[in-house]
Structure formats: structure tokens, C-alpha cells
């Protein structure tokens, strides 16, 4: 019998390209069981509530700088939603390592660089600023440190004549959109 689709949490701030793409495959190792911003005004969360995924908004404005207060109820809101894996998409808080410890070994991000090059934030104006000839993008796991976990899979495209960040971002970011969904299932294949 096959095994049912892995639970995942997509967690969000924004657009929610990736997002998107992760929920395009119909035929999968996983399903996208909940979505998680801590902007209620993430285009990415009304884009989900539209396509009947559980969306929730969890504002971390009212925890003040108590992050970690703000992570307890994002843990019982995931719990609450039997998630067994996170994949964070554009999410722009740092976490705990209080949260990334629950969640060790079971929580994926993606980011917008050939890691460990450009870790953080920039990463397009750096990449040209360095003269490089190829970009790309990395999902790997989420550790204590940020965008330092165990690289599990990345892809590349090439720097172009007169790319400015913007055109560059745009490129890494179709390369994203194939990445990731074929990343976190084969991850939740492997589970
Ligand atoms: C992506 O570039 C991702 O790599 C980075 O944040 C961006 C999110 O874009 N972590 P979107 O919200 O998925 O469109």
C-alpha cells in the first residue's frame, strides 16, 4: 500500500511564489496541510485560504521581542495541524534555536545563492558585485546558525551581460520554483 503523503507546513511572509510552487505536483510524496505567515497581509496566505489549504496568520507584533513566545504558538499551531515537515518559503524571521531544535531534521528552507557563498540578505547584488559567472539556489536544512544546515539539493543558472539584481533574481527564481518541490519530495520520500 502506498504511504500517505507527508504533512507539510509552508511557512511564509510574502508572495508566495514558492509557496505556489510547491503546491502545483498533484501526485507527490507530500501535501501542503497548512500555511503560516506572520504577515496576515502575505499575499501567499489569501492565495491559499482561495485554494482551501488551511491558512493562518500568526502576527508576531503583539509578543513584542519575546520570540520565542511567538514560536510556542506557532509549535502548537503546526502540532494542532499534524505537520511533520516545516519548509520555510520566504519566511523573514530569524528562529530560535529553541524552535529550530523541535523541528531538527524535519524543517527546510530555501535560499536565493549557491550556499555557503551569500548566506543572509542581498544575495543577487553580491553575487554580481563578486563578478560571478553562475548564481543559483540552495534548499538545505534549517540549523542553528542561518542558512548554514546540511545543503540537500541546489541548482544553478547563469549570471548574464548587463543582469542587475533584479534580472538576476527574477532567473533564480523560476530555478526556485523547480528546485524546491523536487527537494522537499524527495526528502519526504526519504522520511
Ligand atoms: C525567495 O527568493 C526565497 O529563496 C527567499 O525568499 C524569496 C521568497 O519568494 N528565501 P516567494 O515569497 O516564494 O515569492
Given at each position: 500500500m502506498a504511504c500517505p503523503p507527508v504533512r507539510v507546513a509552508v511557512l511564509i511572509s510574502g508572495t508566495g511564489s514558492n509557496l505556489r510552487a510547491l503546491v502545483e505536483?498533484?501526485?507527490?510524496?507530500?501535501?501542503?496541510a497548512l500555511v503560516l505567515s506572520n504577515?496576515?497581509?502575505?499575499?501567499g496566505l489569501a492565495w491559499a485560504a482561495e485554494h482551501g489549504i488551511p491558512a493562518v496568520a500568526l502576527p508576531h507584533?503583539?509578543?513584542?521581542?519575546d520570540r520565542q513566545a511567538h514560536e510556542v504558538a506557532l509549535d502548537e499551531t503546526l502540532r494542532a495541524h499534524d505537520i511533520q515537515v516545516v519548509a520555510l518559503a520566504g519566511y523573514m524571521r530569524v528562529l530560535t534555536p529553541w524552535l529550530v531544535g523541535r523541528w531538527s531534521g524535519r524543517m527546510l528552507n530555501i535560499h536565493?545563492?549557491?550556499?555557503?557563498?551569500?548566506?543572509?540578505?542581498?544575495t543577487h547584488r553580491r553575487a554580481l558585485d563578486a563578478g560571478d559567472v553562475e548564481a543559483g539556489c540552495t534548499v538545505h536544512l534549517v540549523s542553528e546558525?542561518?542558512?548554514?544546515?546540511?545543503?540537500l539539493d541546489q541548482a544553478r543558472v547563469p549570471v548574464l551581460d548587463g543582469d542587475t539584481p533584479e534580472t538576476l533574481a527574477a532567473r533564480v527564481l523560476q530555478a526556485e520554483h523547480r528546485l524546491y518541490p523536487r527537494a522537499l519530495a524527495r526528502f519526504c520520500a526519504g522520511l
Amino acid at each position: 500500500m502506498a504511504c500517505p503523503p507527508v504533512r507539510v507546513a509552508v511557512l511564509i511572509s510574502g508572495t508566495g511564489s514558492n509557496l505556489r510552487a510547491l503546491v502545483e505536483p498533484a501526485d507527490t510524496t507530500y501535501q501542503v496541510a497548512l500555511v503560516l505567515s506572520n504577515r496576515p497581509e502575505a499575499i501567499g496566505l489569501a492565495w491559499a485560504a482561495e485554494h482551501g489549504i488551511p491558512a493562518v496568520a500568526l502576527p508576531h507584533a503583539p509578543y513584542g521581542k519575546d520570540r520565542q513566545a511567538h514560536e510556542v504558538a506557532l509549535d502548537e499551531t503546526l502540532r494542532a495541524h499534524d505537520i511533520q515537515v516545516v519548509a520555510l518559503a520566504g519566511y523573514m524571521r530569524v528562529l530560535t534555536p529553541w524552535l529550530v531544535g523541535r523541528w531538527s531534521g524535519r524543517m527546510l528552507n530555501i535560499h536565493p545563492s549557491l550556499l555557503p557563498k551569500y548566506p543572509g540578505l542581498d544575495t543577487h547584488r553580491r553575487a554580481l558585485d563578486a563578478g560571478d559567472v553562475e548564481a543559483g539556489c540552495t534548499v538545505h536544512l534549517v540549523s542553528e546558525g542561518v542558512d548554514e544546515g546540511p545543503i540537500l539539493d541546489q541548482a544553478r543558472v547563469p549570471v548574464l551581460d548587463g543582469d542587475t539584481p533584479e534580472t538576476l533574481a527574477a532567473r533564480v527564481l523560476q530555478a526556485e520554483h523547480r528546485l524546491y518541490p523536487r527537494a522537499l519530495a524527495r526528502f519526504c520520500a526519504g522520511l
